[in-house]
């Protein structure tokens, strides 16, 4: 089977860095995608890891350990905007079928 | 359009009555996909479509779930006799590959009573 855990809820403070740490146990294993979604809103594509180390872009970086079944996203300088649903999610074969976390909601605080 | 449209965004139905949801993607976009979720919960995959044809429809929970996808374009996700069950936010994807990122739309809010 497939499980993909995240934690359900996480806060932090406007400024700060946050880490969001995700692990797999899937049949296969072709890349891990996070994305973003605010409340009511589409997810959005935030980044792409299908070998292991950090994949930078802007304020968000993620990292991923194939062999430790892990990835993190890391939030630099938190905005208010970020305030969103962080969902992992792990391709496991051809084509782009994704199977999901539940997310992890993040609440930005002043 | 500029991005993946989907139609209605809210539905409201009887339970037993049949449903169709709609789903455009990015134009040029050759994968679609549908994922339902459910409140609370993550997105569960539904069905890919690779052009028209559909390589993997093993999400369909039933074989009250139904879709079909007509010139390389629209998408229509039928749900027959529903259930309460089935209420949930049923989004729709596209790609322009079967291995690049997803652009997802909005969604459309079912809810069965």
């Known amino acids: 089977g497939q499980n993909i855990d995240q934690p359900t809820e996480m806060t932090a403070t406007e400024g700060a860095i946050v880490q969001i740490n995700c692990t797999y146990q899937t049949s296969g294993f072709n890349g891990l995608f996070w994305y973003q979604q605010h409340a009511g809103e589409a997810p959005t594509f935030l980044s792409y890891n299908v070998l292991d180390g950090l994949e930078e872009k802007g304020r968000f970086s993620s990292f991923l350990s194939r062999s430790k079944g892990y990835s993190y996203l890391l939030l630099k300088e938190l905005q208010m905007k970020d305030s969103a649903s962080y969902l992992c999610a792990v391709r496991t074969g051809g084509g782009n079928k994704l199977t999901f976390g539940t997310g992890t909601q993040l609440k930005v605080e002043l | 359009g500029a991005g993946v449209s989907q139609s209605p965004s809210n539905k409201v139905t009887e339970k037993g009555k049949d449903v169709e949801l709609r789903c455009d993607p990015i134009?040029?976009?050759?994968?679609l996909y549908w994922y339902r979720q459910r409140l609370g919960q993550g997105l569960e995959f539904l069905i890919y479509f690779q052009g028209n044809s559909a390589p993997d429809k093993s999400g369909l929970p039933s074989d009250r779930f139904s879709a079909e996808r007509t010139g390389e374009s629209v998408s229509t996700l039928t749900i027959q006799r529903t259930q309460q069950e089935d209420s949930a936010v049923y989004l729709c994807?596209?790609?322009?590959?079967?291995?690049?990122?997803?652009?997802f739309g909005n969604g459309t809010r079912l809810t069965v009573t």
């Open positions: 994807a596209s790609s322009f590959r079967d291995t690049e990122s997803l652009h």
């Open positions: 134009s040029g976009h050759t994968a």
